[in-house]
């Protein structure tokens, strides 16, 4: 007889000893009655535990490691691939991280002070609108760009600055923007942002660090070219540009605007606890799905956001 069993039997015998009572003189009765009701009370809370354990034993263990067969599954993994901005993010961040960047991951959901503030943008200023940002009903914002982690990276790593004498970070993110759709527009793209303070950093050493970064992704020396922007948040602040890689067709006098940088503004660093009288920083950004569509002759944009497994099975 298993443990189960044996209890039900017992619970059922209890139904004799509930029968006695009747036969029990009036001052007896209360006293017997009460240790027959704690007694059923642990016979049910036993013959429930033993149930439980009955029914955990009796699940088929599962090979969390085994493959999954090829007919019977619902989801093929076999056959799944990364996403290519997945993939290229991956290697982006591999790139600096040789050349001795920490990268941090961004964020989906940011608000007001990240976005502008922190960031320079004194509040009413014109600029703060051509970043076309949504708002969430509560009043937050996807960010519009990467550059809404500058104050978080340089906060964190204020303590670099002391150990090692520099901050040198690397924040790839999505980000989200109210524009209108096109074959070279998307409401939600990919961009990757650098940022690098120390006691000396120099707009040469920006314009290296980001050229390194174009030759190791395309795999050739590359020219580069850059024009005034503006910037709240860096001064002086430029657009980009590198030369369209003869691999990709390029033919030397086609050039190809980047994104934008410059040297970090004081008001950026002074805000982040940096004095800017001891620190000089620069940074940069610019995003990840056009230098992809370049690496592949990807010509629509809205594939990469779409879902199309006919585009995805490319990859
Ligand atoms: N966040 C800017 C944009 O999306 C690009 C940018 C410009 C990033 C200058 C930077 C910078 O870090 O220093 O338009």
């Known amino acids: 007889m298993?443990?189960?069993?044996?209890?039900?039997?017992?619970?059922?015998?209890?139904g004799k000893e509930y029968a006695k009572i009747k036969t029990l003189r009036e001052s007896e009765r209360k006293a017997f009655g009460e240790a027959l009701n704690a007694k059923k009370a642990r016979i049910l809370s036993a013959i429930k535990n033993s149930e439980n354990e009955a029914d955990s034993?009796?699940?088929?263990?599962?090979d969390l490691t085994a493959p999954f067969a090829e007919n019977s599954s619902p989801l093929p993994a076999?056959?799944?691939?990364?996403?290519?901005?997945?993939?290229?993010?991956?290697?982006?961040?591999?790139?600096?991280?040789?050349?001795g960047f920490?990268?941090?991951?961004?964020?989906?959901?940011?608000?007001?002070?990240?976005?502008?503030?922190?960031?320079?943008?004194?509040?009413?200023?014109p600029a703060r609108d051509g970043y076309d940002t949504f708002r969430t009903r509560e009043g937050f914002i996807p960010p519009?760009?990467?550059?809404?982690?500058?104050?978080?990276?340089?906060t964190r790593f204020r303590?670099?600055?002391?150990?090692?004498?520099?901050?040198?970070?690397?924040?790839?993110?999505?980000?989200?923007?109210?524009?209108?759709?096109?074959?070279?527009?998307?409401?939600?793209?990919?961009?990757?942002?650098?940022?690098?303070?120390?006691k000396s950093?120099?707009?040469?050493?920006?314009?290296?660090?980001?050229?390194?970064?174009?030759?190791?992704?395309?795999?050739?020396?590359?020219?580069?070219?850059?024009?005034?922007?503006?910037?709240?948040?860096?001064?002086?602040?430029?657009?980009?540009q590198i030369e369209k890689p003869a691999a990709l067709g390029g033919k030397g006098d086609d050039w190809l605007e980047m994104g934008g940088c410059g040297m970090i503004h004081p008001n950026v660093l002074k805000t982040a606890g940096i004095d800017p009288d001891v620190y000089k920083g620069f940074a940069w950004g610019g995003g990840i799905d056009r230098l992809v569509m370049l690496k592949y002759g990807i010509s629509d944009v809205r594939y990469f956001e779409s879902g199309k497994l006919d585009f995805l099975k490319e990859f």
């Open 201 to 240: 950093a120099t707009l040469g050493q920006l314009l290296a660090t980001w050229k390194n970064f174009f030759e190791t992704y395309y795999g050739q020396k590359l020219n580069i070219k850059t024009q005034p922007g503006f910037f709240p948040f860096t001064e002086p602040s430029l657009e980009f």
């Open 144 to 154: 519009a760009h990467t550059s809404t982690m500058q104050y978080r990276a340089l």
């Open 78 to 99: 076999s056959k799944g691939t990364k996403h290519p901005l997945t993939t290229e993010l991956d290697l982006v961040a591999e790139i600096y991280r040789n050349m």
């Open 2 to 14: 298993s443990k189960l069993d044996e209890l039900k039997a017992e619970l059922k015998s209890l």
């Open 102 to 125: 920490t990268i941090i991951e961004s964020r989906q959901l940011d608000d007001e002070f990240h976005m502008f503030e922190s960031l320079n943008f004194p509040e009413g200023h």
């Open 159 to 198: 303590s670099d600055l002391d150990n090692y004498g520099q901050i040198a970070v690397v924040i790839p993110g999505r980000v989200f923007r109210n524009e209108d759709v096109d074959v070279t527009h998307e409401h939600t793209f990919y961009q990757c942002e650098g940022i690098f303070v120390s």
């Open 57 to 62: 034993s009796a699940l088929a263990p599962i």
